[in-house]
């Protein structure tokens, strides 16, 4: 069973990288909403480029790959801020709790602000002197289990809700992940440090569909007539957009493994559908304090491959301070430059206990 798993996996690897080179051109480019579900969670991700399907091991695999949850040891907290561009923000909050024999539970809030703006009009273009907001977010309920010692499962439901002054969308969303331990490359002869493979299937639901008291108009249907009314109250229908569909498979390999030092060296490929392929690459060096905590050292290379990218360098770093009673509280930061938008930051803070 383990070989047969692996060759699916590898096959469905060689598929995936056959189609990333074949395709040359953008794909239904600006086609989706909802795009702030692109947007990574957590410094730690970040920071590696988003290569991190196959690394990540926290409570930010609700994002990246829901099956990593299962590989958690403790319970935890999270919170992530993100300062995007235009005064726009995004917040994270979440919190997993480890189940022996059971498997890991997740329930998280993101949340996309995009703060008030003046309402204008084509006859008072200097603002009519109201302002309206507009704002996203997204609430996830996960699962994760390790099936077995190699192979472990997670999937996430997702309520997503979009709001624009009057106007409101809603839609539910599925995030599919496994994980595979193989004995690959394993520089000390221990499957457990060997290649890991990840996939994940993020956004798979249902379209999105905007509705509200906004697009109410008045109509005369028959403007050539007298004695019908006037205005009849109409309203615009407007047609439903897709999620933004990402599927993702990466590897890593940790080829250098002490008891006091680890380096994991990974990468990752992307099929969006409203994009064409790309890949990402990270590298995390982990360095360990016995009886202080950990120190973290992050950089990657996010979007080669894509055409008219935007995206590029990436780099961070953590500490994760042990406590009292085995409690850990982990501080990251990462930086990524977004090309002629500038540059953003991403604050994550953690509690494990």
Not at 242 to 253: H, K, M, N, T, Y
Request: hydrophobic share 40%.
């Amino acid at each position: 069973m383990k070989k047969q798993l692996l060759f699916i996996t590898l096959l469905m690897n060689i598929s995936f990288f056959t189609t990333l080179f074949a395709q040359d051109k953008p794909y239904r480019v600006g086609t989706t909403a909802c795009n702030f579900l692109e947007i990574g969670i957590g410094s730690a991700g970040n920071a590696m480029g988003d290569a991190y399907v196959s690394v990540t091991r926290d409570l930010s695999s609700i994002y990246w790959n829901p099956s990593g949850l299962a590989y958690m040891e403790t319970n935890e907290v999270q919170f992530m801020y993100q300062p995007w561009f235009i005064d726009t923000n995004i917040g994270f909050a979440g919190a997993a709790l480890v189940l022996p024999r059971i498997g890991t539970l997740g329930l998280s809030i993101t949340n996309m602000d995009f703060g008030r703006t003046e309402v204008t009009t084509l006859a008072m273009q200097d603002g009519t002197g109201e302002t309206f907001s507009a704002g996203d977010y997204a609430i996830s309920l996960s699962y994760a289990r390790r099936i077995a010692q190699w192979f472990a499962f997670g999937a996430s439901t997702k309520w997503i809700s979009s709001n624009i002054w009057h106007l409101n969308a809603n839609a539910l969303a599925l995030d599919l992940g496994v994980m595979v331990n193989t004995h690959f490359f394993s520089f000390t002869g221990k499957p457990e440090h060997g290649m890991t493979i990840g996939m994940s299937i993020s956004n798979y639901g249902t379209k999105i569909k905007y509705d509200g008291i906004d697009l109410l108009i008045p109509v005369d249907i028959l403007p050539d007539e007298n004695g019908n009314y006037k205005d009849l109250e109409a309203k615009y229908s407007l047609q439903g957009w897709e999620l933004p569909l990402i599927f993702r498979v990466g590897a890593s390999i940790t080829p250098i493994v002490t008891e006091s030092q680890k380096l994991i060296l990974a990468v990752d490929a992307l099929h969006p559908n409203n994009n064409n392929e790309s890949l990402n690459i990270g590298a995390e060096y982990q360095l360990k304090v016995f009886g202080a905590g950990r120190f973290y050292l992050r950089g990657g290379y996010r979007g080669l491959f894509m055409e008219d990218s935007h995206y590029g360098l990436t780099f961070g770093g953590g500490i994760h301070l042990l406590l009292m009673r085995n409690r850990v509280i982990k501080i990251d930061y990462a930086y990524k430059d977004v090309d002629f938008l500038g540059n953003s930051s991403i604050y994550t803070i953690g509690v494990t206990f």
